[in-house]
């Protein structure tokens, strides 16, 4: 069910994320390790920022699977960016096409997701009735991503009053309120089912994610974050992290650890926040 990886820190090349290690994002499109879904061929994405030119990111999609796009492999060895974020899919809600590939823009923002609502279809129409107009109107596929995205913009919409910037604190209690709406919503039409929400939200300027199930003992999915370190190459396969300087450290966040485990990796608590400053200080704390 879906694979990615987030990167935040010093600007590094793409293929040094997404292809050359161990279980790279390329290796788990077609073998993944930690989810009974092992093939991820269903489109791929990524989403990577260049702030000194414009605060939106650039974004590539694509239908086809990653270990058989060229387009890929060809040009992750010439992006170079401080912020991305790389998806791999296996369809469940939507079909395969363009609009149902992650990650997903909005404006400044970009998220990307494993996991969902499970029975979404029957509380859809709720969830749509909540949305902001313009935010609804954006809405152009149809994944639960989509509409988890576009409740979460409302929120933070409805949040946002002046033209002070939200803190990051005020972002992750939006995302935080949307999953709990979302609750609510099931128990009006009696929904039982899980929801799990392992999403990764950023603005290019800082980032949030999230390992949460409303079920943990029944249903969940893996993450894992290795960060405070410089991740600055990779060689035989092996993400590269050294003790260094402040600002040459970088965060990396992923389904799956992309070399071994030992390798500075460690895996996020089951319903716990990551909130990554601009200043690359991470805080790791429940999420309720």
Known sequence: ????????????????????????????????????????????????????RRREPALFRSIRPAWNDENLSYNASMIRTNCLLAHIRAATQGGVSIHNSHPFQY???????????MDFLKIKRRLINRLDEEIFQWINGQT????????????????????????????????????????????EVGLTSASLYNLVLTNGKALIATRYSTQPDNE???????????????????????????????VVISSEALSTKEDFWREVPENHFIMVEEDLSVTIRPLI
């Open 1 to 52: 069910m879906c694979r990615f990886v987030a990167y935040f820190g010093k600007p590094i090349m793409v293929d040094e994320l997404i292809i050359k290690p161990k279980n790279s994002l390329m290796k788990q499109s077609h073998h993944a390790l930690e989810t009974e879904m092992t093939v991820n061929g269903d489109g791929f994405g990524i989403g990577w920022y260049n702030l000194s």
């Open 107 to 117: 404006k400044e923002f970009l998220m990307m997701q494993n996991g969902g609502i």
């Open 144 to 187: 639960d991503t989509q509409y988890i995205f576009a409740l979460f913009l409302t929120m933070l919409k409805e949040e946002k009053k002046g033209e002070t910037p939200l803190t990051l604190d005020q972002i992750s209690s939006c995302l935080s309120n949307t999953f709990a709406e979302i609750q609510a919503m099931k128990k």
């Open 220 to 250: 969940t999915r893996s993450l894992y974050i290795a960060g405070n370190a410089e991740c600055y190459t990779c060689k035989e396969g092996f993400l590269r992290f050294k003790t260094s300087k402040k600002e040459d450290h970088a």
